[in-house]
């Protein structure tokens, strides 16, 4: 086995994989890469059993071959070697890769290429294409209210589905962690054959494939997304990334969506993020509680802690309905507001114990927030 590439070619292979490697198991070979050479290039491959990436990189072929070494290890070595070329030789039955750049070289042992968990070939299956800003999207605003409460399967990933809405065809993220729930549609270019069937993606799963939909935004091409009995498959170009499905069942959602408001207001979003985090400053830290004051004509919120001292901010607004004070967790409205997009965002509630709806104040993104109140002593 031998090959080079450059430095910058490799630096990104490895990135990508870093968030996925197991480094805390007693299989040691998932702390390690896959590297795969042949005269297509070099093949880079990683999972922890439940998530997995395979990336093809350009490459100077000299000799197929197949080694895994370990991927923090090769990486830190990748980016501090001193020149914009970086060479691999394995010598023939031999475990030992020797990497060379300039006057740098190193010996890394390494761990047999079949003894490395097998990763599924996803081939040509039929599914939907989303650019990356759809898939950031679909992420950003559902990820947080995925529940870290190992003893809720069911809440332990962001439900999927495939939806029409107002004529548009959707396919949807759904989260939820029993206090807050968030909703999230984008539309696709290709429909899939069949339906897809409800299924979890996971935590894990989502946040790396989050970091690659984020370096995918400046190329345009689009990933595809397929569905298998067990598996959520996202491709793009020649990358692609690959997530294990949770088992469990998602709630029926549509329970705890409002459907009608008793009090309805319709404020500027990064006003009321600022006033938000300027006030929540005072809030109580381990569950963050704040008030507000629904007033004619303005929104009042009010953070207090007796042993810090109290903070109050008065927000314009457009309201309808009775005045209220209510409570929520500060945390969960600047998560919300955060990854909303749109000047206007439109909170509507029933009375003090009812859950509150947050959406856009215009337009027809579908994406929607349901937050419980919270009693405040």
């Known amino acids: 086995m031998e ?4 430095k910058a070619e490799l630096i990104k292979a490895l990135s990508r994989v870093q968030g996925i490697v197991e480094k805390r198991s007693t299989n040691p070979i998932i702390a390690n890469v896959l590297l795969e050479v042949s ?3 070099l093949r880079v491959s990683a999972t922890d059993t439940e998530v997995a990436f395979v990336g093809r990189y350009s490459i100077d072929f000299v000799k197929a071959g197949s080694l895994t070494l370990a991927a923090r290890q090769l990486f830190d070595i990748a980016r501090l070697v001193p020149t914009e070329t970086v060479s691999f030789k394995l010598p023939q039955g031999s475990f030992q890769m020797e990497i060379t750049s ?7 042992l390494g761990l047999a290429a079949e003894d490395f968990p097998v ?10 294409k989303l650019d990356s800003g759809a898939v950031k999207a679909l992420v950003d605003k559902t990820l947080f209210s995925i529940s870290s409460d190992d003893t809720r399967s069911g809440l332990n990933g962001a439900h999927v589905e495939v939806c029409e809405v107002a004529g548009r065809n959707l396919l949807r993220f759904v989260a939820t962690d029993g206090h807050r729930l968030s909703i999230s549609g984008q539309p696709f270019s290709q429909e899939a ?3 897809v069937r409800s299924v979890l993606l996971p935590k894990k799963g989502l946040s790396e494939l989050r970091k690659l939909a984020d370096e995918g935004e400046s190329d345009g091409e ?11 498959i996202f491709q793009r170009g020649n990358i692609a990334f690959s997530m294990r499905l949770l088992e469990g069942e998602f709630p029926d959602y549509s329970q705890v969506v409002p ?16 006033a938000l985090r300027r006030v929540s400053i005072l809030a109580p830290e381990k569950s963050h509680p704040i008030r507000f004051a629904i007033e004619e004509g303005r929104l009042v919120v009010v953070a207090r802690q007796p042993e810090a001292g109290e903070a109050r901010e008065e927000i314009a607004a457009e309201i309808e309905g009775a005045d209220l004070a209510v409570g929520f967790n500060a945390r969960y409205f600047l998560d ?6 749109g000047e206007t965002v439109a909170v509507e509630m029933g009375d003090s114990l009812s859950p509150c709806l947050v959406k856009p104040g215009e337009g027809d993104s579908d994406e929607s927030f349901v937050i419980m109140p919270m009693r405040l002593e």
């Open 193 to 195: 054959e069949g339906e």
């Open 336 to 341: 919300a507001l955060g990854v909303m997009s």
């Open 119 to 128: 990763i599924p070939d996803p081939g040509d299956l039929p599914g939907f």
């Open 259 to 274: 459907s009608q408001w008793q009090r309805r207001l319709v404020v500027q979003r990064e006003a009321l993020l600022q």
């Open 102 to 108: 300039g006057p740098s070289s190193f010996k890394v």
């Open 39 to 41: 005269e297509e290039g």
């Open 3 to 6: 090959f080079r590439i450059a």
């Open 222 to 232: 689009p990933w595809e997304v397929a569905f298998t009995d067990t598996q959520a």
